[in-house]
């Protein structure tokens, strides 16, 4: 929805349209497609990915040695990371909206 010179965004995850327009009534919506499990729009997504380079570029040798690599590389990553991944999202939402909700180079 547009309300002047800011713009809203609502990210109604899963919901039908006719739900979303009953909440905002008389706004123009305009809807973007949101892929299921997109790294696109869903950072955790990448903080996963970063989970599962690490187990493949370990060499394990058994399932505690797999536990121990999942545990470090969840608890290595940074609140900068995080924020970076947070402060992305309008870039990754444009890039989305450009990309008629295919992926994107996130």
């Known amino acids: 929805a547009n309300r002047g010179h800011i713009q809203v965004f609502l990210i ?11 909440l905002v009534p008389n706004q123009q919506l305009n809807v973007m497609e949101w892929p299921a499990q997109s790294p696109d729009l869903n950072p955790i997504e990448n ?3 970063d989970v599962k380079n690490a187990v493949y570029e ?3 040798r058994n399932v505690n040695e797999l536990w121990n ?3 470090e590389s969840w608890s290595g990553i ?14 990754r939402c444009e ?8 992926t994107t180079k996130y």
Do not use: F
């Open 95 to 102: 890039a989305v909206i450009k990309n008629c909700g295919h």
């Open 12 to 22: 109604l995850k899963d919901m039908p349209l006719k739900w979303v327009k009953a």
């Open 58 to 60: 370990a060499k394990l």
């Open 78 to 91: 940074t609140a900068e990371r995080c924020h970076k991944l947070v402060d992305s999202m309008p870039h």
């Open 47 to 49: 903080l996963w990915g």
């Open 69 to 71: 690599v999942v545990k």
